[in-house]
């Protein structure tokens, strides 16, 4: 009951990023209430709301957001908890406000920018060293590989990541409240950007693959004791002296397991035929961490093939028409249906795999 129980949940998240009938990109957000509104916090800890009158210069302090209640602020994050990931970023869309999960996404635009722009290997450690001051104690750096230059959201899978501030903070009622967080990435950005693969761990299947040591791009499939599974796909490249997160890139996988449901409504059925997922594809996305489906009830292993494309790897030269095609936008956009897609024959990486749980 449970296992099935838990299959319904991902069907319904699945919804939320995708249209059965049309394929062309519709909004299909949740409609939201208004929970919260943006307040500045002084520097005497007063709470002055903020109108569209105000400008940026006339804040004075940090902005956050005030919710009315305790169970306002427990119904936002359980929102976006039920979320897939394109959505939660658009959740909180207010002028003013730039979430911990944001402030993440505007520093790798800066790094972006610092290794396009670098003159030298001099000049980019000078750079390089002054961003990662500027978000001390704000973002974090990946420990696990000090080759990886990106700085992440603290417990980046939390998901009051999306309402705190810079500096953890969120107003209820009229109290200002730190958020405790761990100051280690997430299990999401560990699967695919801290890649160390551990003897006995049946229940993941791990691949990587790399391009002239130029970009690289790291995949996990995951059995996870609720029964979900999860494909996981980080897409990095080099810069001057290690490697980023590559954010603009197209990615395409297929999943082929069994014994296995889809959680797309219209696409459940024996793996095998043609009544399933037959590639997905997300546009302008480096990060995957999706969920493809649940084992069926009563099995207790998983087994099948990965195989994964970016448009780099994929035929980009000739373009073919697919059918059983999820296509995520960029942010909130998904439609399931036929697309346009290069052809994915041949070039792929990933493999054959077997999964258990772990007991």
Known sequence: MKKLLFLTAIALAAISCQDEESSLPIDNSSPQSQKFQVVQITGHGEIIPIDNSKTRSSIQGETALQFASEADYQLSLKEINDM??????????????????ELAMKADEELEEIANTATSESDFITKY?????????????NKYDNEDLSLYVPDGD????????????????????????????????KAVYAYTPLSGETNIFNFQNFIEDKKKTTGRVELKSTSEISVHVGCQKKT?????????????FQLVASPM????????????NLDFVRFHAFHNDGKIDWSAGGLKPGATSLSGKISVWTDITANTSEQVSYTNVFARYVGKYGTYGTHTLPKLEGGSYGGDFTLAFIR
């Open 84 to 101: 897939q990931s394109c959505n939660r970023l658009a959740y909180v869309d207010a002028n003013d406000f730039i979430s911990l999960q």
């Open 129 to 141: 060293s002054q961003y990662v001051e500027k978000y001390k104690g704000l973002l974090i750096t």
């Open 158 to 189: 939390n998901v009051s990541t999306y309402l705190v501030n810079s500096s953890r903070k969120v107003v209820i009622g009229n109290e200002v409240k730190k958020i405790s967080l761990s100051d280690d990435m997430s299990e999401s950005d």
């Open 240 to 252: 001057w002296l290690g490697w980023k997160r590559d954010n603009n890139r197209d990615v395409y």
């Open 261 to 272: 449901y889809f959680t797309l409504p219209n696409a459940a059925g024996d793996p095998y």
